[in-house]
């Protein structure tokens, strides 16, 4: 088992670009996560999936921030245009059960927005 | 000007002795806990979990003890070692909710040896 994979490890994006982050979670779980970590903030919930269907996005932060899950091997986080307070490490997550059991993590893309 | 950064708990300890982590969760409806261990440039790892019909959970060097009417959750570490050196985050599920987990703030562990 792969464990959940995220691509890429590390971006330095310049202001006002598009950036797009992915991740694969392992193969039969149902739920997929999307969490953002600063050190002003924590380790935030973003946006999940169940059954590819987007459940509760209330943690997104503004209209530049969208995410998609076509399938159930993968998954996209968008910010466009990207600022500098979007640097930060963002985590996928993945788990098979409900109830918050369960959960792996993905080793993170460390965003820089210069 | 410049944002103050989130100033973490640390505990520093010797090697060869137990750690206590701590950790105040935030709604009296959570069924459900998680403590996670993260280290640098890694994703948060599982270390022990426990459900809120308990009060404690042993693992392999770990116990985590729940006290509900204090909304307080303890971890600790037996006999800690260099490699248990990392941030370690408390996490809550809440029944009947988001399928979500808050985190919180995270405590640094640095174990000397």
């Known amino acids: 088992d792969a464990g959940v994979i995220q691509s890429p490890r590390h971006e330095v994006t310049e202001m006002g670009q598009e950036v797009t982050l992915r991740c694969k979670p392992i193969?039969?779980?149902?739920?997929l996560f999307w969490y953002r970590q600063t050190m002003m903030r924590g380790l935030e919930l973003l946006i999940y999936?169940?059954?590819?269907?987007?459940?509760?996005d209330s943690g997104m932060p503004e209209d530049r921030f969208s995410a998609k899950m076509p399938n159930a091997s993968f998954s996209t986080l968008k910010i466009q245009p990207s600022e500098p307070r979007d640097s930060a490490v963002y985590f996928c997550?993945?788990?098979?059960?409900?109830?918050?059991?369960?959960?792996?993590f993905g080793s993170g893309t460390r965003l820089t927005v210069v | 000007g410049e944002s103050v950064g989130l100033h973490l708990p640390t505990l520093s300890v010797q090697e060869g002795d137990n750690s206590i982590i701590n950790c105040a969760y935030s709604?009296?409806?959570?069924?459900?806990f998680i403590w996670y261990k993260q280290e640098s440039g890694k994703g948060p790892q599982f270390i022990i979990d426990?459900?809120?019909?308990?009060d404690k959970r042993q693992g392999q060097r770990v116990t985590v003890l729940l006290n509900k009417t204090v909304k307080h959750l303890s971890l600790q570490i037996a006999a800690t070692q260099p490699g248990d050196s990392a941030v370690y985050f408390c996490?809550?599920?809440?029944?009947?909710?988001?399928?979500?987990?808050?985190f919180g703030k995270g405590t640094k562990l640095t174990v000397n040896p």
């Open positions: 193969s039969g779980h149902d739920y």
């Open positions: 997550a993945s788990s098979r059960n409900r109830g918050g059991m369960g959960y792996t």
């Open positions: 999936f169940n059954n590819n269907v987007p459940i509760d």
């Open positions: 996490a809550e599920h809440t029944q009947g909710g988001s399928e979500k987990l808050v």
């Open positions: 426990i459900r809120s019909n308990m």
């Open positions: 709604n009296s409806a959570s069924d459900y």
